[in-house]
């Protein structure tokens, strides 16, 4: 195990931004873990400094400067069966796997389960931080169990489905639990047979029926849908190995009818998604749009002019132009439709 220091933190920042992580250590194994307590315990160089643990970066806005941490960069391999009946597979795999290969890889097995979740960058040990989902499902509809590791205890437990405590892009990581654990393994329970694929929550989505129908294809398989999922996220979302970015940068708001009404004598012909008697999720990208500022600069920042949800990093973007961005976008929506929009990923 080796302790870098003084480390580029836009080497491992899909926005490329930040300074420089002070600590940083690569964990590829459960045995890395405990050799870290013991050196934390023992050096007082460690003494108070906080740890934070790393996937791929691909959700984090870092600050510029050195951030005082022991970066902890998971890298815990591991596919295993660890059941297998009729109908499904429970598979147990390492936090430090590649989200998207292991979504490949199912697929290559037949299994249904994350094929709507095609090309989310990022690790599989993120994923239950913030219950990732796209195209109608989340990884709450999959998982088993999360294993993981107490980082003040030195001790290894399991955490059940129940107990992530999931919501939309949310759970026990990012409240009760954060900075308690670092997430090991993640078991997931994915479908060996699945007889009615036109059940999938993904084909409630237009965008996706189209794709479809323009290529004619009736009774799409697993890998049709991936490759559909695929090509229709590469006309909306930046590569961030091209275009700096961490994904959605707001969450859709979910809003009374009240103020959903009130959107709709302006904009008659806007659609948005149904969620109860009372409530209805908006688009973020739509509100940034319509209140005018797609395309929109500010300071090394601007908004991506093909999707008014992304903020992308036209190079040397500093933390203070995205907070600027960030702060004039809220203003100014809310100026416009009295929702206030929420960040999603999370800033250090
Ligand atoms: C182009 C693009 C498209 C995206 N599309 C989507 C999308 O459709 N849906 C969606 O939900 N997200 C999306 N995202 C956001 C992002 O891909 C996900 O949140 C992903 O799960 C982050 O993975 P990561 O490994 O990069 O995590 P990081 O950014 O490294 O970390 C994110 C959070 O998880 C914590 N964390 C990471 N690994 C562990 C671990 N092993 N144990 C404990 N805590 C850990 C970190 O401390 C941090 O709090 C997108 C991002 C980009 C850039």
Known sequence: MIIQEYVDIKDYSTLRVGGQFRYFIVIDSLENLNSLYAIAQSELRFKNIPIFVLGGGSNIVFSDGILNFIVLKIEIKGFEII?????????????????????????????????????????????????????GSE?????????????????????SNEDCKFGYRDSIFKNEAKGKYVITFVTYRLKKELKNIDILPVFKYPGVMKYFEEKNIQNPTLQEVRTAIINIRKDK???????PNVGSFFKNPIVSNEIVNKIKIEFPNSNFFY???NHTKVPAGWLIENAGLKGKYFGNISVYDKNALILVNNGNATKEDILNAKSEIIKMVNEKFEIVLEQEPEMI
Request: aromatic letters at 8%.
């Open 83 to 135: 059941y297998e009946s009729d109908k499904y597979i429970d598979i147990k795999i390492g936090a430090g796997e590649n989200w998207d290969e292991i979504v490949e890889k199912t697929i290559q097995m037949n299994l249904s389960g994350f094929e709507s979740l095609s090309a989310i960058p990022g690790t599989v040990g993120a994923g239950p931080v913030q219950n990732i989902g796209a195209y």
């Open 139 to 159: 990884v709450k509809d999959t998982l088993v169990e999360v294993e993981v590791y107490d980082i003040k205890n030195n001790t290894i437990s399991t955490i």
């Open 237 to 243: 979302l930046p590569n961030p190995k091209e275009i």
């Open 275 to 277: 969620i109860d008697e």
